[in-house]
């Protein structure tokens, strides 16, 4: 297991999420109540809500940093191992599609040269744009300590969000479904399956036969653009404050 969050208990005997919502961890349903935040209750003063830690009036008892061994990845490579785990249930296409590539980006470049291998930067930032809740390299070089376990948990770090998914080409011009918000003079970036990245901006998106100033969820549009993907890839954009006025999901 390489990539993605870290169970704060025993991985297979939790039972918090059971007790609390009745959806059981143990039969891959988890609520992850331990990345709630909370704070203090005593029975006798019921509705104040005590805080654990001056910060806020709450904190967040059980959280971890997600695991990412990325940094570590030619010493990964060189145990002999048949396979690696990237953690994708209830994840986003998008978030497998990036940490996914960027791995096995890593593992092509040591297949090739392990004695010249180095893990390169433009890997580490693809994973950051992945949500995460802050990365640390779990117990790979040791015990951790507490700031390398990284209890000063404040929420998902989200930088990018899936824009639109390739349906096809037609006409000589890219159709997309959108999946979030789209407007005019935004810039998107394409995602190859080959590990290309390219930079477009919208310009003059078509809905229907009819050219349109924007592009709401789930409908289908088609662009002129200067690469030609295949059904399937995906489109990402930074998230910015105008994405926050739009309702931009992840």
């Known amino acids: 297991f390489v990539h993605g969050g870290v169970c704060i208990s025993v991985s297979g005997r939790c039972l918090v999420s059971s007790y609390l919502t009745g959806r059981d961890a143990n039969r891959g349903s988890c609520t992850q109540p331990c990345r709630w935040d909370y704070a203090l209750v005593e029975r006798t003063r019921q509705g104040q809500y005590l805080p654990v830690f001056e910060e806020d009036g ?18 990964v490579f060189g145990l002999g191992l048949d396979g690696l785990k990237i953690e994708g249930r209830n994840r986003t296409a998008l978030y497998v599609a990036t940490v996914v590539q960027a791995y096995r980006q890593a593992r092509d470049a040591w297949a090739r040269d392990p004695a010249g291998f180095a893990v390169k930067g433009e890997w580490v930032r693809e994973v950051m744009k992945a949500s995460n809740r802050g990365y640390f390299t779990g117990f790979f070089h040791g015990t951790p300590g507490h700031e390398g376990i990284g209890y000063d948990f404040r929420g998902y770090v989200h930088t990018h969000h899936l824009a639109a998914r390739v349906l096809g080409r037609k006409g000589g011009a890219t159709v997309f479904e959108a999946r979030n918000p789209l407007i005019e003079g935004m810039e ?61 999901r992840a």
């Open 188 to 248: 998107l970036e394409w995602l190859s399956r080959d590990g290309r990245r390219e930079f477009f901006t919208v310009a003059k998106p078509v809905v229907e036969g009819g050219a349109v100033r924007g592009v709401r969820p789930g409908e289908v549009f088609s662009l002129e653009t200067a690469f030609a993907p295949v059904p399937g890839e995906l489109v990402r954009k930074p998230l910015s404050e105008g994405d926050k006025v739009l309702g931009l």
């Open 58 to 75: 709450h904190t967040f008892l059980y959280n971890s940093k997600d695991l990412c061994l990325l940094p570590v990845a030619g010493e």
